[in-house]
T-cell receptor, first 118, second 112 residues
Framework: GAVVSQHPSWVICKSGTSVKIECRSLDFQATTMFWYRQFPKQSLMLMATSNEGSKATYEQGVEKDKFLINHASLTLSTLTVTSAHPEDSSFYIC??????????????FGPGTRLTVL | GENVEQHPSTLSVQEGDSAVIKCTYSDSASNYFPWYKQELGKRPQLIIDIRSNVGEKKDQRIAVTLNKTAKHFSLHITETQPEDSAVYFCAAPQGGSEKLVFGKGTKLTVNP
């Protein structure tokens, strides 16, 4: 159990275009999902918390108009990188929180999306 | 907020030796401490976690110990194998939320 998928696994796009990344919890419901960005040889940097049915909460320094998050159902959150530029190139990873009594803060990660902006 | 420090940043051991990675946290209310293993280009995988009501947890060659008084927890890998080579991250909850704060990671290399 606790499987999270992410699509696409990699994407190459031109500067100025928008890219949508999907994160799905396949065998459990996730009221909360998280979006991280990871640079080479670095730790996971939390970008935002995605809450089902409400607005996402962004971390300090993350532009909400640049990184649009939608959590339309208990199994799907999407991240849209708008007007992408080369500096947005990175590894984007989502995670899903498996809630419920006694679940603590367990998070299960998707396989990540490698974004390259030309 | 929670602050997590992880040491060492790199660790190289010979196959069969033990490896220990240590993390400290700052929020005494934190009650859940997971460890993730991330191979190059892949997702972080939860390998073991410990909750604040126990001091040690083992799963085959992997164990985690927790010292709540000192606010530190450690990952122990015994009889290391080359496939244990990866980056390991510890984490602790951001107080009062479902967020996790991650350490900077330890790159473990197991030499055959």
């Amino acid at each position: 159990g606790a499987v999270v998928s992410q699509h696409p696994s990699w994407v190459i796009c031109k500067s100025g275009t928008s890219v949508k990344i999907e994160c799905r919890s396949l065998d459990f419901q996730a009221t909360t999902m998280f979006w991280y960005r990871q640079f080479p040889k670095q730790s996971l940097m939390l970008m935002a918390t995605s809450n089902e049915g409400s607005k996402a909460t962004y971390e300090q320094g993350v532009e909400k108009d640049k990184f649009l998050i939608n959590h339309a159902s208990l199994t799907l959150s999407t991240l849209t990188v708008t007007s992408a530029h080369p500096e947005d190139s990175s590894f984007y990873i989502c995670s899903a929180h498996r809630g419920g009594t006694g679940s603590y803060n367990e998070q299960f990660f998707g396989p990540g999306t490698r974004l390259t902006v030309l | 907020g929670e602050n997590v420090e992880q040491h060492p940043s790199t660790l190289s051991v010979q196959e069969g030796d033990s490896a220990v990675i240590k993390c400290t946290y700052s929020d005494s209310a934190s009650n859940y401490f997971p460890w993730y293993k991330q191979e190059l280009g892949k997702r972080p995988q939860l390998i073991i976690d410990i909750r604040s009501n126990v001091g040690e947890k083992k799963d085959q060659r992997i164990a985690v110990t927790l010292n709540k008084t000192a606010k530190h927890f450690s990952l122990h890998i015994t009889e290391t194998q080359p496939e244990d080579s990866a980056v390991y991250f510890c984490a602790a909850p951001q107080g009062g939320s479902e967020k996790l704060v991650f350490g900077k990671g330890t790159k473990l290399t197991v030499n055959p």
